[in-house]
């Protein structure tokens, strides 16, 4: 699947809404965005790279050259990157923020509700569509890998700058204090969920590639 990279995976799902509801979906966006404490139990969830809902009205979808298409509907665009599985990812949504995905999926057509979940897949699951091309600069690592890398990264700048002024002995002190502060991110971050066959084909050859390469 072309939406899968590493750890890391691109969800779209386009949902068609009454052209006589989506104001109230456009003032509920408004809101959310004065008072981004409402999506506290989104912002929370580490595994989510980001997540953006836009409404596309029915006059405003590009020509490209076919003439202009006569919609019944206006769509939500639900655009998202994260690490884990479709699974963990749909549950965690669920369970963080269920009467916020009511909202923002308010005028949405046929939209069962977030609770129970099973109802709520099952309306992704035929309303999401494949994304053509996803890229992904870091595909063996999630953002929980990339945060321990930059505060490794940042731990060996001080020690550097640190072992050009201070004693041996203070040194010392210095880097068990760092060593202290970064052990959780020291650990092997390992591969990703086999999501697809290509996905773990992409671990195996790169496993291979470390080994030649001796790292």
Same mark, same amino acid.
């Given at each position: 699947?072309?939406?899968?990279?590493?750890?890391?995976?691109?969800?779209?799902?386009?949902?068609?809404?009454?052209?006589?509801?989506?104001?109230?979906?456009?003032?509920?966006?408004?809101?959310?965005?004065?008072?981004?404490?409402?999506?506290?139990?989104?912002?929370?969830?580490?595994?989510?790279?980001?997540?953006?809902?836009?409404?596309?009205?029915?006059?405003?979808?590009?020509?490209?050259?076919?003439?202009?298409?006569?919609?019944?509907?206006?769509?939500?665009?639900?655009?998202?990157?994260?690490?884990?599985?479709?699974?963990?990812?749909?549950?965690?949504?669920?369970?963080?923020?269920?009467?916020?995905?009511?909202?923002?999926?308010?005028?949405?057509?046929?939209?069962?509700?977030?609770?129970?979940?099973?109802?709520?897949?099952?309306?992704?699951?035929?309303?999401?569509?494949?994304?053509? *091309?996803?890229?992904? +600069?870091?595909?063996?690592?999630?953002?929980? $890998? =990339?945060?321990? /890398?930059?505060?490794? %990264?940042?731990?060996?700048?001080?020690?550097?700058?640190?072992?050009?002024?201070?004693?041996?002995?203070?040194?010392?002190?210095?880097?068990?204090?760092?060593?202290?502060?970064?052990?959780?991110?020291?650990?092997?971050?390992? *591969?990703?969920?086999? +999501?697809?066959?290509?996905?773990?084909?992409? $671990? =195996?050859?790169? /496993?291979?590639?470390? %080994?030649?390469?001796?790292?």
């Amino acid at each position: 699947m072309s939406n899968i990279a590493g750890k890391a995976y691109a969800m779209t799902v386009i949902t068609p809404s009454p052209t006589s509801r989506t104001w109230i979906n456009r003032l509920l966006f408004m809101v959310s965005r004065g008072a981004p404490g409402t999506l506290g139990g989104l912002l929370g969830l580490s595994l989510i790279h980001f997540a953006r809902w836009v409404i596309v009205k029915r006059d405003q979808w590009p020509d490209l050259g076919n003439g202009p298409q006569n919609l019944n509907y206006d769509y939500m665009i639900f655009c998202s990157n994260f690490n884990g599985t479709w699974d963990q990812y749909i549950d965690a949504f669920s369970d963080g923020i269920p009467n916020g995905l009511n909202l923002f999926w308010y005028s949405a057509f046929r939209y069962p509700k977030s609770i129970p979940v099973t109802a709520f897949k099952n309306y992704i699951v035929h309303n999401q569509i494949d994304t053509n *091309y996803y890229y992904n +600069a870091t595909p063996g690592s999630a953002q929980r $890998d =990339v945060k321990c /890398a930059l505060k490794v %990264r940042a731990a060996l700048a001080d020690l550097a700058a640190r072992h050009a002024r201070e004693t041996p002995e203070q040194f010392a002190e210095s880097y068990a204090r760092a060593l202290t502060s970064t052990q959780g991110c020291l650990g092997e971050p390992g *591969y990703g969920p086999v +999501a697809s066959l290509s996905t773990e084909a992409a $671990d =195996v050859n790169r /496993a291979a590639a470390f %080994r030649r390469e001796g790292v």
